[in-house]
């Protein structure tokens, strides 16, 4: 097998040279580009705050298949399961309700040495962490407010909680040598007709400007914020509106967070990339597969995951756009989920480094659109999967879907006896 995906390799090589693309060197940029896997797949967002709470914010993780993680050894076992299955570079994003500690904590009260496991175990994997602050699934996020809540004590409760957030977010930067991208959300919205829409947006700014207020390093830390479309409980008023979220990044330049399943069905975040870099200084991406709006399904190598990887590539974004994913499905095998979604966001963005970028520059310069749809079309056929299943091969992991069966001993053995 080994020798059949070198001569498919070699051929490929060629038939890229052919057409001005050095495959070699997009195998050594596709190593230096890092996607953020997502630890809450791993257990369908429960945390170990309080492990049998209920899942709140308009959040919703559907199936109960076998083996979710319990505690944090437990999803950090089934995160090297899965990492070694997965090729290139990697990071991990964490929220903060996967602490560890012996006594309960307020979340308000969080300190780094209750993410000191998981420090030492992303050193241990040359891996960088990511963070967020968790504001759901909480007695004080109950009535659907949390930073934008009319009532100044719980609103200065979950102020705490994300300036708290922060400053572990820049523990793991300076520990690590890597910026830890800590990214807020909250599901602060209403259900039915809403009279007041200003004064929620009013308190959830002003709430923000005091978590971001502490000057941190940013080669340690980077302050991202995501709207939301709606929410389960949130249907038709959400405080943190794309609206005003690109105001807020844009008026205080911290990092907008795109996330694939946040915005109406017709648009898509690809096209937004390129507007949005013009007036922030950073993009952080939630890619995911919003079949009907934010149902975040494993993601696919479908068009928009292709666009998504494109237009960062075209654009020449790496330096300032973070990639992250953002599903959880309890219905299928979550360590495959894991496998099967990030796999896939490295064959996009792998794709999309192997276009000939300036050769169709080009011909739109010259305004020869017929020579710029063609190659676009023509060059989709070209072996990228050769390329693929070579990269595979340097990182030593399965080229092909041979991992399963990895993950199905895997389920055998550790997932079903727990």
């Known amino acids: 097998m080994t020798k059949l995906i070198e001569q498919a390799f070699e051929l490929a090589r060629q038939r890229y040279a052919a057409i001005g ?3 070699e060197q997009v195998m050594a940029q596709l190593d230096t580009i890092p996607v953020s896997m997502h630890c809450w797949q791993g257990d369908d967002v429960r945390g170990f705050e309080n492990p049998q709470g209920a899942l709140t914010g308009g959040i919703q993780a559907t199936g109960n298949y076998p083996g979710r993680a319990r505690n944090a050894v437990e999803l950090r076992a089934d995160l090297d399961k899965a990492m070694s299955l997965i090729p290139g570079a990697k990071r991990l994003n964490l929220h903060a ?30 891996l960088g962490l990511d963070f967020n602050p968790t504001c759901f699934s909480h007695a004080l996020s109950a009535d659907g407010f949390t930073l934008s809540h009319a009532d100044p004590g719980i ?3 979950w102020i705490d909680h994300c300036t ?10 300076e520990q690590l040598g890597t910026p830890s991208v800590m990214n807020i959300w909250v599901p602060d919205g209403m259900k039915d007709l809403t009279v007041d829409r200003l004064a929620p947006r009013q308190r959830l700014a002003s709430a923000l400007d005091e978590i971001i207020r502490e000057p941190l390093n940013p080669q340690h830390h980077i302050d991202a914020v995501e709207s939301k479309l709606f929410g389960i409980g949130a249907e038709s008023y959400t405080v943190g509106s794309s609206e005003f979220c690109l105001g807020y990044a844009t008026s205080r330049q911290t990092a907008l967070t795109l ?16 507007s949005a870099m013009l007036f922030v200084p950073r993009l952080l991406l939630h890619v995911s597969r919003p079949v009907r709006w934010d149902s975040d399904h494993v993601v696919l190598l479908d068009d928009e995951t292709q666009a998504i ?14 990639i992250g994913l953002d599903f959880f499905d309890a219905s299928i095998n979550r360590i495959a ?29 010259d305004g ?22 070579a990269w595979c091969l340097r990182h030593d992991v399965p080229a092909d879907a041979s991992w399963l069966s990895e993950v199905r001993h895997y389920e055998q053995h550790v997932l079903r006896q727990r």
Do not use: C, M
């Open 259 to 274: 996330d694939a399943g946040h915005f109406h069905p017709t648009e898509v975040i690809s096209d937004k990339i390129s």
């Open 164 to 173: 708290a957030s922060r400053r572990i977010s820049a523990w793991f930067g």
């Open 21 to 23: 693309v050095d495959v």
């Open 337 to 365: 989920a894991w496998v099967i979604g990030t796999r896939n966001t490295q064959k996009a963005l792998l794709r999309a480094l192997l276009e000939p970028g300036e050769q169709l520059r080009q011909r739109e310069r």
């Open 155 to 157: 609103r200065q409760f």
């Open 309 to 322: 990887a494109s237009e960062i590539a075209r654009q020449k974004l790496f330096d300032r756009v973070h």
């Open 368 to 389: 020869d659109f017929t020579a710029r749809l063609a190659l676009l079309e023509e060059q989709k056929s070209l072996p990228w999967q050769a390329v693929w299943e």
């Open 97 to 126: 309700i996967y602490l560890e500690s012996d006594r309960p904590v307020e979340r308000d009260a969080i300190e780094p040495q209750h993410f000191s496991n998981w420090l030492e175990w992303a050193k241990s994997k040359k």
